[in-house]
């Protein structure tokens, strides 16, 4: 980083992303156990995951409160709200129950997501901001990973999945960090200030598709693979939890790798090629792991791993960047939205493909069009923002 204000804000945005990633991560993980537990099928686990991802619509509106009142405020209340909520799936009578209170707590989950990234790219230098991303988009996996390191108490009894809920109140004290640690952005405030100037901002329509094609047509597979990869396990290769745990992590660690070179190489070199083909050949190496066993099927998935770790920082990056200040909010969790609702057409069309008896190669093979898709948008549709202020990219006065 370049300054200790830098150094400062990236730290605790850092620290921000955990209670996000293990809240955002905890229903996936989990589902398959819970419908277990509640004999219920795949079509199941893909409309509860389904109805948990629409719970995002509660992401665009808290978001304009947040290009009104502060990301500041915002991220704080998220971050006690989140944690709560996601503790009441421990007490869950019904699948039912335990879908919807994931149906709001996930999305308060998201909207820190949101604040973080917006924080980031209004904080960050020129040169820093996709790399900031990859930053924090590594310490996030702390939280997943201890979503993903809990798992085998699901296997300890038919309920042992609650145990992870519970788990969920272990990050209250972030929240108590961040409100008394936690400063507002400097764009934000110096935007807010001039409050005429702000309110006749508007956003570039066809900015403003790109993203959110290029989010929501992204969403369809890898809703659908990480949802489902629990049930490949399980159910194909009968993997018990423990298993799966190894394969997730031993997986999952080395995309570390790749959101490092992926950050660096998206503020040196630029963000739309090196995105674009990472994240198609990344897919593609994940269909080969839902087609393959052994050997083959962990290091498909590793190296399908390490290059949608690439994609990530160059992809994310734009969501912040392609916004003015004064709408960076509403645009950037419209597009985080648009990725989820994406995510949960995959998520049903995947679950009665697979309960019509269609294997998980077949089915995952057909979602990968989808991504194909998203990297052509994002050569033609997509500016190069690599070393370019905020203000050159997204004036305040709108763009062409």
């Known amino acids: 980083m370049t300054s200790t204000g830098e150094r400062r804000i990236l730290t605790l945005l850092a620290l921000a992303s955990v209670p996000f990633a293990f809240v955002n991560t905890l229903f996936t993980q989990t589902v398959s156990f819970a419908a277990d537990e509640f004999n219920r099928a795949d079509t199941d686990i893909g409309f509860g995951a389904a109805i948990v991802r629409w719970g ?7 978001a304009v409160l ?4 502060g990301r500041r405020r915002v991220l704080i209340a998220a971050a006690w709200g989140a944690p709560v909520l996601a503790s009441l799936g421990a007490v869950a009578p019904s699948y039912e129950w335990l879908v919807a209170s994931q149906a709001v707590a996930r999305p308060l989950a998201l909207v820190m997501n949101v604040m973080i990234l917006v924080m980031l790219t209004e904080e960050m230098s020129s040169e820093t901001r996709a790399r900031s991303v990859g930053l924090v988009a590594i310490a996030s996996s702390i939280g997943s990973g201890t979503a993903v390191g809990a798992l085998p108490l699901a296997d300890v ?13 272990a990050f209250l004290p972030v929240a108590f960090v961040l409100q008394r640690t936690l400063h507002e952005t400097t764009r934000f405030t110096k935007v807010h200030s001039a409050t005429s100037a702000s309110s006749a901002v508007r956003v570039s329509r066809s900015r403003l598709v790109a993203q959110i094609s290029a989010a929501s047509l992204t969403g369809v597979f890898v809703a659908a693979a990480s949802v489902y ?12 939890a423990v298993m799966v745990t190894a394969f997730t992590i031993v997986t999952a660690v080395p995309a570390g790798i790749g959101i490092i070179i992926g950050g660096r190489i998206a503020d040196e070199r630029g963000r739309r090629v090196a995105g674009a083909l ?28 390490i290059l949608l770790g690439i994609s990530y920082p160059a ?26 609702i994406g995510g949960s057409v995959g998520l049903i069309v995947a679950g009665q493909l697979l309960d019509a008896g269609w294997s998980y190669s077949r089915v995952m093979a057909v979602l990968a ?11 033609t549709a997509f500016p190069e923002t690599a070393h370019r202020e905020l203000e050159e990219i997204s004036p305040e006065g709108g763009v062409a």
């Open 56 to 62: 995002v619509v509660l992401v665009p509106p808290i």
């Open 66 to 69: 947040a290009d009104r009142i």
């Open 157 to 169: 009894s038919p309920s042992g999945w609650r145990w992870l809920y519970l788990v969920s109140l």
């Open 229 to 240: 990869l629990v049930n490949y396990l399980r159910d194909v290769r009968d993997y018990d």
């Open 278 to 305: 990472s994240l198609v050949l990344g897919t593609a190496l994940v269909v080969v792991a839902f087609s393959t066993s052994g050997t083959t099927m962990w290091v498909s998935e590793i190296c399908g791993g």
């Open 315 to 340: 992809l994310s990056v734009y969501r912040g960047e392609m916004f003015p200040t004064a709408r960076r909010g509403a645009g950037a969790s419209m597009v985080t939205a648009s990725g989820l």
């Open 369 to 379: 069009l989808a991504p194909l898709a998203v990297g052509v948008i994002v050569v």
